[in-house]
């Protein structure tokens, strides 16, 4: 499986990465803002996207928008500092699979994303 | 800017809870709590650390968030995420990822109406600082792992035009 991460912080892609991809993932890629995240999702087709909301150049809420209309079926969740209510219900609700929100532990990334997969395989 | 002239001012519950996200970061990211001193109100300029981060405040408040630590700890910080060996940019971005935390995770409390800035993040003091005018500072001492850092919360109801402090 594939992974793109998206996040403007270098210290948060890096710690995704090195908890995700040995057990999870094989091919990875990252990306710091919304824009570039689109260039690589074009590039790549990963079939699962990390993605920050507060980000410079393209915010996550629009990207995630971009992201379902190239590849409706990619599982998407958000991994954000942005802890009320209502901006998951957003992200949810406009198609992102899961949410997560910062400061996370490595055993809840690793559950976020293992439930994740689980629903889209049952469903 | 003298704190007696500010208009407006941080209710004290806007300020626990920012001091709520404070002690749950260290919970969570480090599992070694932090210290919370007791907040005061700013008068004079600001003590700035090594690393600083500023965050925009926009919507329902107004104003910015200013997290200043020292390197050592960031350092120690970056330590417990794995990356053990820190540069100058780990530090910035880690500077920057706490004062995003820290404001991003007040929205549980303040709502969507709380709109935050990516952070600008800086070393040293800058010759010009720009304040929220007409806004109360207020800062939260927080000493972790003997080390002592300062969040800076600047914002208010009222529309905050930047002036030079």
């Known amino acids: 499986m594939k992974l793109l991460i998206v996040d403007d912080s270098m210290i948060i892609r890096r710690a995704i990465e090195r908890t995700l991809v040995p057990s999870l993932f094989d091919e990875i890629r990252t990306a710091a803002d919304g824009l570039r995240a689109i260039e690589e999702f074009k590039d790549f087709m990963p079939d699962v996207v990390t993605l920050d909301i507060t980000m410079p150049h393209m915010d996550g809420i629009a990207t995630l928008e971009e992201l379902l209309q190239i590849k409706p079926d990619t599982k998407i969740m958000i991994v954000s500092a942005l802890a009320d209510d209502s901006t998951a219900i957003e992200a949810l609700t406009m198609g992102a699979d899961q949410f997560i929100c910062k400061p996370f532990t490595n055993e809840e990334l690793v559950a976020a994303v293992n439930e994740m997969l689980a629903f889209d395989s049952i469903s | ?165």
Request: negative net charge.
């Open chain 2, 1 to 165: 800017m003298s704190s007696t002239t500010a208009s407006t001012s941080l209710h004290q519950a806007t300020l626990s809870i920012f001091v709520q996200a404070i002690m749950r970061y260290f919970d969570r990211v480090a599992c070694i709590p932090a210290e919370i001193g007791t907040p005061f109100l700013l008068e004079g300029e600001a003590e700035l650390l090594d690393v600083t981060s500023v965050i925009g405040v926009t919507g329902d408040l107004q104003g910015c968030v200013f997290f200043t630590a020292p390197r050592p700890l960031l350092d120690e910080l970056l330590g417990h995420i794995a990356e053990y060996q820190p540069t100058d940019e780990l530090r910035c971005d880690i500077c920057g990822e706490v004062a995003n935390t820290f404001t991003g995770n007040v929205r549980k409390q303040l709502g969507p109406g709380f709109m935050i800035s990516v952070p600008v993040v800086f070393s040293g003091r800058p010759e010009h600082l720009l304040w929220p005018k007409n806004t109360a500072r207020y800062v939260i001492p927080i000493v972790w792992q003997s080390k002592r850092s300062l969040l800076i919360v600047c914002i208010g109801d009222a529309p905050a035009a930047l002036s030079a402090n």
